[in-house]
């Protein structure tokens, strides 16, 4: 096993924006293992290391233990844990998920939606439970773990 820190989330927990902050600040590559050929929209990001899941790049991005297409098990000895207010996390991702574009939203209300949007927040917040009971109880009891609020980063840095 390489060196390497594993940057995980449940999707649209602010990833790309705490990547592009590691990057910025510390001019180092964050990898990741998800093809862009699943994520066209990826594609338009300047990440350095996009699609990089060796030891030239330190930090990896992943959704692991989440099971995205195309998406590899990156093991690592450290973990970066990026974590949000789950109502936001579950907005963002019904918009993201129903267009596959970053910040987008629809231009109707939610509201117009009501049987799509509660079975989502009731499959996403499963999803969330369980991928935050898995790193409680199989990653940060192994190894060193960080979690990081996505709220504190962008609204004090």
Request: glycine share 6%.
């Given at each position: 096993m390489d060196n390497s820190v594993v940057f995980t989330s449940w999707p649209r927990m602010g990833q790309s924006f705490l990547r592009t902050y590691?990057?910025?600040?510390?001019?180092?590559?964050?990898?990741?293992?998800?093809?862009?050929?699943?994520?066209?929209?990826?594609?338009?990001?300047?990440?350095m290391g996009e699609e990089t899941n060796d030891a030239s790049v330190w930090v990896k991005k992943s959704h692991w233990p989440v099971f995205i297409p195309g998406n590899l098990?990156?093991?690592?000895?450290?973990?970066?844990?990026?974590?949000?207010?789950?109502?936001?996390?579950?907005?963002?991702?019904?918009?993201y998920f129903s267009l596959f574009v970053q910040g987008g939203e629809f231009a109707e209300p939610i509201s117009d939606f009501p049987e799509e949007w509660d079975?989502?927040?009731?499959?996403?917040?499963?999803?969330?439970?369980?991928?935050?009971?898995?790193?409680i109880e199989h990653i940060a009891p192994k190894v060193p773990t960080l979690f990081i609020r996505y709220e504190d980063l962008r609204f004090n840095p």
């Amino acid at each position: 096993m390489d060196n390497s820190v594993v940057f995980t989330s449940w999707p649209r927990m602010g990833q790309s924006f705490l990547r592009t902050y590691l990057e910025k600040i510390t001019g180092i590559a964050t990898g990741c293992e998800i093809s862009l050929d699943f994520i066209t929209d990826q594609q338009m990001f300047p990440f350095m290391g996009e699609e990089t899941n060796d030891a030239s790049v330190w930090v990896k991005k992943s959704h692991w233990p989440v099971f995205i297409p195309g998406n590899l098990v990156t093991i690592g000895n450290k973990y970066l844990i990026c974590v949000r207010n789950p109502y936001d996390a579950i907005r963002s991702a019904f918009h993201y998920f129903s267009l596959f574009v970053q910040g987008g939203e629809f231009a109707e209300p939610i509201s117009d939606f009501p049987e799509e949007w509660d079975k989502f927040v009731k499959a996403a917040a499963e999803d969330i439970a369980a991928f935050t009971a898995y790193v409680i109880e199989h990653i940060a009891p192994k190894v060193p773990t960080l979690f990081i609020r996505y709220e504190d980063l962008r609204f004090n840095p």
